[in-house]
C-alpha cells in the first residue's frame, strides 16, 4: 500500500508541465538604450541566475508558480536597493509578450521590455579586426 502511494507521488510530479518561458537575459528599459552597451551602461534590466537585476535594485525571484494556459510564471520577489536597508517584497508576472520580449506586471503596473539579441562568440570575433602578422609588418618589396 506504501508502494501505491509512492507511485502515485511520483507519478503527480511527473506529470506536473514543465515551464517553457525562458526569460533570463538582458532587456532595455527603454526603446533608446543601446544593446551593445556594456553591462555596466544604463537603461538596462537583466535576469540572470534567478536574480533580477533592475534599474533601482536587485530582486531574488522565488517560488515560480505556472500561470494555467499562458507562458507566464508569478513569482515572490525579495527585493534590495541600492542602499541595503532598502529592501521589500513583491509579487510579480513574468509573460512572453506576443511581439517578443517581456511582458513584467507588478502590483498596479505593466511593463514591456525587448530583449537584446544575444551575441554569439563568432559575431564577437568578427567585430574585433584581427591583427596583420607580424612577419607582413616587417617585410620588404
Known amino acids: 500500500m506504501r508502494a501505491l502511494r509512492l507511485l502515485g507521488l511520483a507519478l503527480a510530479f511527473a506529470a506536473t508541465p514543465a515551464m517553457a518561458l525562458e526569460v533570463e537575459g538582458r532587456y532595455r528599459a527603454s526603446p533608446e538604450a543601446d544593446c551593445e552597451a556594456g553591462d555596466g551602461a544604463e537603461g538596462f534590466l537583466r535576469i540572470e541566475d534567478g536574480v533580477f537585476h533592475?534599474?533601482?535594485g536587485t530582486c531574488k525571484m522565488l517560488n515560480p508558480v505556472n500561470v494555467r494556459d499562458m507562458n507566464a510564471q508569478l513569482f515572490d520577489m525579495e527585493c534590495e536597493g541600492a542602499n541595503p536597508n532598502f529592501q521589500w517584497t513583491e509579487r510579480a508576472l513574468f509573460m512572453e509578450g506576443a511581439e517578443g520580449g517581456l511582458i513584467l506586471a507588478w502590483n498596479g503596473y505593466a511593463f514591456r521590455y525587448e530583449r537584446c539579441p544575444?551575441?554569439?562568440?563568432?559575431a564577437e570575433a568578427e567585430a574585433v579586426p584581427a591583427a596583420p602578422p607580424a612577419d607582413a609588418a616587417t617585410a620588404t618589396d
Open 54 to 56: 533592475g534599474l533601482s
Open 118 to 122: 544575444i551575441l554569439s562568440e563568432t
